[in-house]
């Protein structure tokens, strides 16, 4: 009997990597990870048009920021090597390869996610578009970037089952955000709701992506809902 006839793929999270997530808050001194039901998470347009405002007004570069930024760092490491440490020594035993092209894309050149929880599932691998091929990050080396993208990948989305749409990255940076620090979780933030925020509802040109910027966007920008948004600005719930 086959790993897939246990799991479909669309269906939910990856079990192995919903393990993995458990295991490594428990691990890391976290407690137990959410309960929360990532099938359901949708995107506030609310608070993801003032994500947006909120990055397209920031600076590109904040000294107060660095210290997010350095403590994202250390912690995607620490991400990277239990993903990828074998089995027999506590990891989770997944490959990272690196791709010419876009590794997870249909026929057609679209977004192919369910590609991409299979590979994770069956093959326990994620492949990754490497930084070198896409331009360089203005903080991270390439290997650090490749890295954040294959964790974010694999808890983010192999996290929750959820593809790359706007509701699915919402729910990804929710999933993965309770994977960091108090200190690197602005940086991670701005790396994920921040530039998403801006390229689905920033009003960028169809294929156009937001700016790196190596800034935080305050606690506004972690609100979960609209009435989390107006206590975070510290203004009475209206609806708008």
């Known amino acids: 009997m086959s ?12 079990p192995a990597v919903a393990q993995g997530i458990a295991r490594y808050r428990a691990l890391t001194g976290m407690g137990p990870s959410s309960n929360r039901d990532f099938s359901r998470v949708a995107v506030d347009p609310v608070v993801a048009h003032h994500v947006a405002r909120a990055y397209a007004a920031a600076p590109m570069h904040d000294d107060a920021a660095l210290p997010h930024f350095k403590a ?3 912690e995607v490491g620490r991400q990277y090597d239990f993903m990828t440490k074998p089995q027999h020594q506590g990891g989770m035993g997944i490959s990272v390869e690196k791709a010419s092209s876009d590794p997870y894309v249909t026929s057609t050149g679209a977004p192919n996610s369910k590609a991409m929880m299979r590979d994770l599932h069956e093959n326990n691998r994620i492949k990754v578009l490497p930084t070198a091929v ?8 390439n290997d650090e970037n490749d890295m954040f993208r294959a964790v974010h ?7 929750t089952g959820r593809n790359f749409s706007a ?3 919402e ?16 940086a991670m933030t701005t790396e994920t709701r921040g530039q998403n925020s801006v390229n ?5 040109a169809p294929g ?12 506004s920008a972690q609100a979960i809902g609209r009435r989390s948004l107006h206590r975070a600005l510290g203004r009475q719930f209206l609806t708008p």
Request: charged letters at 20%.
């Open 153 to 159: 990948d694999t808890f983010g989305h192999g996290g």
């Open 72 to 74: 994202m760092r250390e």
């Open 3 to 14: 790993r897939m006839e246990h799991f479909v793929v669309g269906s939910g999270p990856v």
């Open 208 to 219: 156009e992506f937001a700016e790196q910027k190596i800034v935080t966007l305050g606690s």
């Open 134 to 141: 896409t331009g360089a990050h203005p903080f991270f080396t």
């Open 167 to 169: 509701d699915g990255e």
């Open 200 to 204: 689905n509802f920033g009003g960028l």
């Open 171 to 186: 729910a990804a940076w929710r999933s993965h955000s309770q994977m960091f620090s108090r200190q690197a979780r602005p």
